[in-house]
């Protein structure tokens, strides 16, 4: 996706993106304190793209939920860290799963200082998958 991500900045002339990917789990000292805005759209369970990939719902177990929200909380910590303050961050999934999105979200802006702007949760449909999109601004 990266190359994706380069592609549309360049056709729409947009030169302050940087793309480039790593561990998000893995804390990289030398963004730390860099970011205005932050997308973090993590791993999670894919249960609001379930209509386009039904083997989800046979292939997943109680401990792989339980084990993403670990990952979940372990990016947005490392995301927090490179975040300014009064920047942006934008917590996202393709699950409808409430601990996964809500409960995550809620929990990190309560416990890092952070102001939600815009909670929402889209169920998916005939014509859209489900999602979750959370907007924080750091305090």
């Not at 609001?48 to 719902?57: L, N, Q, T």
């Not at 009064?86 to 809620?106: M, P, R, W």
Request: aromatic share 6%; net charge positive; glycine share 6%.
């Amino acid at each position: 996706k990266i190359e994706l991500i380069k592609n549309n900045c360049k056709r729409l002339g947009i030169k302050k993106v940087v793309a480039s990917a790593h561990d998000g789990t893995v804390l990289m000292d030398e963004f730390v304190g860099k970011a205005d805005k932050i997308l973090a759209d993590v791993p999670c369970s894919g249960l609001g793209i379930i209509r386009k990939k039904p083997d989800i719902k046979w292939n997943k177990e109680t401990e792989d939920f339980e084990s993403i929200v670990t990952i979940q909380k372990q990016i947005l910590c490392n995301a927090h860290k490179y975040l300014k303050k009064g920047g942006t961050l934008v917590y996202s999934t393709c699950t409808v799963n409430k601990k996964e999105n809500e409960c995550v979200a809620e929990e990190f802006a309560k416990n890092n200082n952070y102001k939600i702007d815009m909670i929402k949760t889209i169920l998916p449909c005939e014509d859209c998958d489900g999602f979750f999109i959370c907007k924080m601004i750091k305090e």
